[in-house]
């Protein structure tokens, strides 16, 4: 192990990526296609791929621990049904690198305050209190408020070089990158890694069973992993109207939508003709939707299934990829223990 700390750290661009999953609620159709996927699709590209449950960052706003520990298996089955393969991307829980908080800790100490004040889930909070004329910190943790720096820690201990996200996480990546850059030039060296982001082009906007953006917090989402019965229970409710349909008009129909995001090219425009040439009617479309969805989710609901019916198959694949990884967050821990000076 000791040889391990004393190699140097490379710091070779695009060859490590790291993804965070906030375990915050059961994946739907729109979060694979827009961010499962994609990231998925992505990891292939890079030599170290690490994926890891965020579940210390998710207690900022699942409070109940039992919930906690559901959403955590739903996640990391969900992933894995998904097709993470875990021999190639590492994948664990965060809470199981006890090295990323003590990281966190080195990380606290080359922080300015003012930075995190201007993160914008904090300040979101903030304004909206001073807003309600309340005091300005009223309801707000200190993991609300740091939550940028135990991110920081998240992506630096494993040296990575690109961070794959979304638009709303870009502010965070940038500061971690300002906290490396700050650590290494204070203590003149380069134990930290500088991380980059890379926007996640998901598809545009998926529709929800009624119209609006597809998302947990509207509850009107479509599952990606059920069963034929739970499918068309959630197809059935997509909006339709009474209207006679042009291909073009057709096109911008909720169901036309997810249908065009689930299927083939090919599926999708028979659809579109059979649904405008007046072959088929909203029934028929909505039933042809599920056959889509068991066509593309169905063996990998299976999966899930049978890893969420015997749970210890997924500890034993967090623990192994966590037992695996240690030695890489201990090195970069080691590191920037010995820049500080308490090694
Ligand atoms: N904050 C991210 C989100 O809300 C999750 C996350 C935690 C993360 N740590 C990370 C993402 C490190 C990328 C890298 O989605």
Redesign the pocket.
Known sequence: MKSYYNRPIMASANTTV?????PTGVPHIGNFLGAISPALRRAIDFEHAYFFI?DY?ALNSVDDPRSLRDLTYNVAATWLAAGLDPTKIHFYR?SDISEIFELETILNTVTPKGWMNKMHAYKAQSDRNKEANKSVDSNINMGLYT?PL??AS??LIFQSDT?P??N??VQ??EIARDIAQRFNKKYKTDALVLPQYVLEEGIEELPGIDGRKMSKSYGNTIPLFATRAEWEQSVRKIVTDSLTHTPETFRLTVLYKIFAAVASPESTERLVADFTEGTIGWKDAKDQLVEQLIERFGSASETYAKLMADKSQIDTILDKSSNEIRTKAQATLYAAKKAIGVR
Request: proline share 0%.
């Open positions: 790291l993804t965070g999953i906030k965020a960052h965060q939550y135990l991110m998240d992506i961070v996200v979304g709303d996480q965070h990546v």
